[in-house]
């Protein structure tokens, strides 16, 4: 399946997901808004893995739209979740990377811990 015909399915989806009782299509569009910014800015990526962070920040962002209208003056369910899912995958490669390279004896040292 090419990339055309995946995001015509994807979209497909998403309309037939938004129509269902009790999901907010607000929140689900703005999700898969916000998740394809971040598939499209990942260029570099392999088509496989843009795929599955697609579906982790589409879910990522839907049920993070709550919570983010909670901490920032948003109205709308939709403009939190497009900022859920474009930012909470984002955020979260950010700190695994971190937590790669992440020297726990050093940090401990420096603060003066039980290995200083």
Known sequence: MTEPAM???AAASLGVAASLPGVDGN???GAFAGATLFVVSSKELPIWRRLAYLGVSIALGY???PEVMRWLPLQASGVAAFLGA???VTLTLGLLERGRTFDLDAWLRSR?????
């Open 7 to 9: 995001a015509m399915a």
């Open 27 to 29: 929140a689900l569009i």
């Open 86 to 88: 474009a930012l909470g």
């Open 63 to 65: 049920l993070a739209a």
């Open 112 to 116: 003066g811990g039980p290995h200083a």
